[in-house]
């Protein structure tokens, strides 16, 4: 009882937010609007093209025996065979040069597609990114846009065949019609149950996909983990060499296996394909030799009719395969369509835009603030009032885990509170446009991105309109002058290996200093650094901190860190513990109060000298 409570709930999730109608008028929509008209003009077409091909083809040995029959002229049996074979070489052609010109549309709309996945990614509301349920979506739209085979691509074969199969459906049911209508009653019922019985077989393998996709799962991450470069040292210096080739023998083993009972499956729905038609060619047969013998119909008429029998089976089957094909890719473009209309949380181009204030500063408050992640059932930060005031350099200390990252998230607006507000200048941030806001602040995160790219666009964050005398001027401030004068080409150096083969790579500490002129070169009025010093020693680290003091002058400043005396520079540090802020004042002040601050910092400072007498 469980598992089928479980499978009914597994279809029941499976159902599309939106349905087949939806999902090729997204598709028509994304190729009418991005240039693309041919690959819907073209498309109708091509289902015309094969419909003609198939009739046709259909017509010619009927209209060939219907010459000979009433004794035509060899003129009239030339002139029937060579109009036919014109018919046909045309639309073989036609058929032809519409494969050639409908691909690269329909790539191009695929890559639209791609684009507009990556740029609801890019621009997203923060807190979606970190969202589970759109995480997952997010995870089953991307595969439907790898390849020409994948859905955002595939559909318009699917869509091209439907239109076909159903033309021809109806030209051949009405073919039948004129003939009986119990044989067409007939045709269409042994079609449709064939096409279910071998359907509802041939659907193992989708049903059981999981399965299937457990063993791909385990497959791709041998493979993946065995060739990246991070592992090698690890595959050589403990030997695993010899677990990772058995790990993958015994999961091609499991797929082979499952394959094998797949394929078990599927014989039964081939042999019942071919009870049926057996059992529908010989009633057909037996009732259209009769009507031969009875006079009814001629030696053409026989052959047209017979030849539709099976003709109209396979638009049958076809209509029918094509609906079922057509589901199955709206299942994953429908997580396509969730993941472009996914909600936002933020106000973008419909929120107000942000205040330039008459002497260069901005004074950022927390009122009242409360937040709490939503996969958490405690909160992060309590109750949080803190004033950042325009030109102030202020410390965030404290423990890890103690929230000062999620306090940074709150100040740069990459999170909302969960009670009370974010104000700057005394307005609510959740009025302005959150892209406008994002432009108060240059940052520095714990984890620091490379792009795929020059030095200097790494720098400047673009690939255009560089300043290059200003990314010289930063890089100098931040200590890597003689880093690129040591790089064959300079600011144009490649980073990022995963992309450039002959990129450098950057230690901890070159990356941590590219970033300080990165965030430099924004120019931006708030600058935030997130402990992005942390592959850093306690001097390197102190030197840095004093960069940043030195080239901020007149900005408002966000420190944090989890070494106090790197911070003592600051105007103000504030002590973060318990979800509250503990304890707030110079480094000085906090060091007489005799409280938690001066207990962390004897602790550090003590650790410090004990390894400068063990060095």
Not at 17 to 34: E, H, R
Not at 505 to 519: E, K, P, V, Y
Not at 536 to 563: C, F, Q
Not at 568 to 597: S, V
Request: charged residues 20%; negative net charge; proline residues 2%.
């Amino acid at each position: 009882m469980t598992n089928t409570k479980d499978k009914t709930k597994d279809k029941i999730k499976e159902k599309p937010k939106y349905g087949i109608l939806s999902c090729v008028w997204f598709m028509i929509k994304c190729a009418w609007t991005n240039g693309e008209k041919k690959v819907v003009i073209l498309g109708l077409l091509f289902s015309l093209v094969v419909t003609g091909q198939s009739v046709a083809g259909l017509y010619i040995s009927p209209s060939i025996i219907a010459v000979l029959e009433r004794n035509g002229t060899v003129s009239e049996l030339l002139m029937t065979i060579i109009g036919f074979t014109l018919i046909l070489v045309f639309l073989a052609m036609a058929r032809q040069y519409i494969d050639s010109n409908i691909l690269y549309g329909r790539i191009t709309t695929r890559s639209e597609i791609i684009n507009l996945i990556n740029t609801k990614c890019a621009e997203t509301s923060y807190p979606n990114l970190g969202n589970e349920k759109f995480q997952t979506i997010l995870n089953k739209a991307l595969p439907t846009t790898y390849s020409n085979s994948s859905a955002c691509e595939a559909i318009w074969k699917t869509i091209c065949s439907f239109l076909s199969n159903l033309l021809g459906l109806i030209i051949y049911a009405a073919i039948l019609s004129t003939a009986n209508v119990w044989i067409l009653l007939l045709v269409t019922v042994t079609a449709l149950v064939g096409y279910f019985i071998t359907n509802k077989l041939n659907s193992y393998g989708y049903n059981h996909r999981e399965e299937e996709a457990k063993i791909d799962e385990t497959l791709s991450y041998v493979r993946k983990t065995a060739s990246e470069t991070s592992f090698a040292k690890d595959v050589r210096i403990f030997g695993i060499k010899s677990w990772f080739t058995e790990l993958y023998d015994k999961q091609c083993l499991l797929l082979e296996a499952f394959h094998r009972k797949c394929e078990n499956v599927y014989i039964w729905g081939r042999v019942a394909d071919l009870v049926l038609s057996f059992l529908r060619n010989a009633v057909a047969y037996a009732y259209f030799i009769a009507l031969v013998l009875d006079g009814s119909i001629d030696v053409s008429m026989f052959i047209l009719y017979f030849s539709t029998v099976g003709g109209f089976t396979d638009w049958v089957t076809g209509v029918l395969g094509d609906l079922t094909t057509m589901h199955r890719q709206c299942l994953e473009l429908s997580n396509v369509l969730e993941v472009i209309n996914y909600p936002e949380q933020f106000k973008f181009e419909d929120g107000s835009d942000v205040p330039v204030p008459a002497d260069g500063g901005y004074e950022i408050v927390l009122d009242h603030v409360w937040f709490k992640y939503p996969s958490s059932d405690s909160y992060t930060l309590e109750d949080i009032n803190l004033t950042l005031h325009a030109g102030e350099k202020l410390a965030v200390v404290g423990l890890n885990g103690a929230g000062k990252t999620t306090l940074v998230k709150l100040i740069t607006g990459m999170e909302d509170p969960t009670e009370g507000r974010v104000l700057l200048n005394g307005v609510d941030i959740r009025e302005f446009n959150r892209r406008e806001y994002y432009k108060v602040f240059s940052a520095v995160f714990q984890n620091c991105v490379l792009w795929a790219g020059s030095v200097a666009e790494n720098v400047a964050q673009t690939d255009h309109d560089i300043d290059y005398d200003k990314v010289n001027s930063y890089i100098e401030k931040a200590g890597l002058t003689e880093m690129v004068k040591g790089f064959k080409d300079g600011l144009e150096e490649k980073l990022n290996r995963e992309v450039y083969e002959d990129a450098v790579n950057l230690s901890g500490g070159q990356t941590q200093r590219l970033m300080l002129a990165r965030a430099l070169y924004k120019d931006a009025p708030v600058i935030v650094l997130d402990e992005p010093t942390a592959a850093l020693d306690p001097i390197a680290e102190a030197d840095l901190y004093n960069k940043y003091n030195d080239m901020t002058v007149g900005r408002s400043s966000v420190y944090i860190s989890h070494r106090l005396a790197s911070t003592r520079f600051c105007d103000r540090i504030i002590l973060i513990g318990d979800h509250k802020i503990l304890e707030e004042g110079t480094h000085e002040q906090l060091l007489k109060q005799g409280g938690k601050y001066a207990e962390l910092f004897e602790v550090q400072s003590k650790y410090y000298r004990e390894g400068d007498i063990n060095e």
